[in-house]
């Protein structure tokens, strides 16, 4: 059978455009995906502080990379809510296509945007309200994410792949239960996946930059290596978890949402809708972020149970 047989083939089978005999795999893809955000988390103006657009939000991305049908995907439907998306599933709903059919392989790309120094530290000095340089990273820090989203889905479709960010996808929902909000597509459970950190005490997601990020995902068609989870357990970046000592973020919390049972996302959100919404015209953003639990505590920066102190201050 000669390739454009196989071409034709395939798209009849998959209705797809890109043929996996010839697209399926591309040599250093991983190493050009990183490149291209880490550039563009460089050079974006939209990566700056406002008003004098100077201090970058974020510091240089960590990127990494999950296999989308990786089983661990199907156990967040247990582990998180059964209308949790697999990375198939929300590809092929991006496309109105259906998740057997949408490609023979799915890949996740998945990145932690760490919060800069400066901004970090303007937060370290609050105790019941977030600083307006983090009050600025919650609602511009997420314009910037949310343009990243954009250009790595674009660098994909332009190398002829099939990508989707789910956060951006209309079907994107916050839902609630009994514990609280929760998300159709969580980012931090994408990241963990993607062997980019654990989870915590205040239910942060400990990064080897630390707990203070923002973070966000594309999948796509294009088959990426996936990189090792090395994490032997959900919880192993938490010193809390580690050794019991650590109770830093309780004592940060002025909601009252963090105990040494964990994190209750139902106060936590109370807190942040009734006390802290008079700062929405003040700092001239639509919506208000707290974060005092990832400032002024061990793992603000770094993973704390490494020996070593990660470099970052
Ligand atoms: C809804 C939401 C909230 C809710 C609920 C938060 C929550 N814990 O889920 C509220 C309003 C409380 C909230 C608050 C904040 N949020 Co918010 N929020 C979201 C949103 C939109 C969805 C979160 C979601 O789907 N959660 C799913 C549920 C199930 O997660 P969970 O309850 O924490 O999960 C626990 C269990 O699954 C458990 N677990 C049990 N068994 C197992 C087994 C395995 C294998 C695993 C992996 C896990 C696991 O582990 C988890 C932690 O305990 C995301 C954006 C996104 N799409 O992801 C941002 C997001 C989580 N928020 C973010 C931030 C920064 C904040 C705030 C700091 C506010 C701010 N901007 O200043 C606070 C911090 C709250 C906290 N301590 O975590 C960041 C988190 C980054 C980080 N550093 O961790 C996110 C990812 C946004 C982003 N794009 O970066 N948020
Ligand atoms: S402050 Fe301590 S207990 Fe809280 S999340 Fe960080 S390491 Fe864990
Ligand atoms: S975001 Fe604020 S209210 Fe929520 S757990 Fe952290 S410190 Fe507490």
């Keep these: 059978m000669l390739l454009t047989d196989v071409c034709e083939k395939y798209r009849k089978e998959y209705n797809d455009v890109v043929c996996p005999m010839i697209a399926q795999v591309k040599p250093d893809a991983n190493q050009l995906i990183i490149e291209s955000i880490e550039t563009f988390v ?28 990786d089983p661990i995907f199907t156990e967040y439907k ?10 198939r599933e929300a590809l092929a709903s991006a496309f109105d296509s259906k998740p057997g059919t949408i490609a023979p392989h799915t890949s996740v790309i998945s990145w932690i945007l760490p919060i800069s120094r400066q901004i970090r530290q303007t937060n370290r000095r609050h105790i019941l309200t977030p ?25 994909l479709t332009s190398w002829g792949y099939r990508a989707a ?13 009994e514990r609280g909000r929760y998300s159709n597509w969580s980012e931090r459970h994408i990241a963990y996946a993607a ?18 990020h923002r973070c966000g995902s594309v999948v796509t068609s294009l088959v990426l290596p996936p990189s090792p989870r090395t994490a032997k357990s959900p919880y192993e970046n938490c010193l809390f978890y580690a050794n019991g000592k650590c109770t830093a973020c309780i ?35 639509r919506v208000v972020g707290c974060g005092l639990c990832q400032t002024k505590v061990p793992c603000e920066s770094r993973n704390p149970t490494r020996k070593r102190n990660h470099k970052r201050s």
Aim: proline residues 9%; hydrophobic residues 35%; contains cysteine.
């Design 131 to 155: 600083s307006r340089p983090w009050a600025y990273t919650r609602w511009y820090g997420e314009l910037f994410n949310e343009a990243l989203r954009k250009h790595v889905v674009e660098l």
């Design 195 to 212: 062997g980019l950190g654990t989870f915590s005490l205040s239910d942060g997601f400990i990064t080897e930059a630390g707990i203070a």
């Design 165 to 177: 960010a789910p956060m951006m996808q209309p079907y994107f929902k916050i839902l609630s239960n």
């Design 78 to 87: 247990t582990i998180i809510g059964k209308a949790h998306l697999t990375p």
């Design 251 to 285: 004592a940060r919390c002025p909601g009252g949402a963090i105990t040494e049972h964990g994190h209750d996302k139902r106060k936590c959100y109370q807190y942040q809708r009734e006390k802290l919404s008079y700062l929405t015209p003040k700092y001239g953003v």
């Design 42 to 69: 460089r050079d974006s103006p939209l990566n700056r502080l406002p008003p004098d657009q100077c201090l970058p939000i974020f510091d240089t991305p960590i990127v990494q990379f999950a296999d989308g049908d």
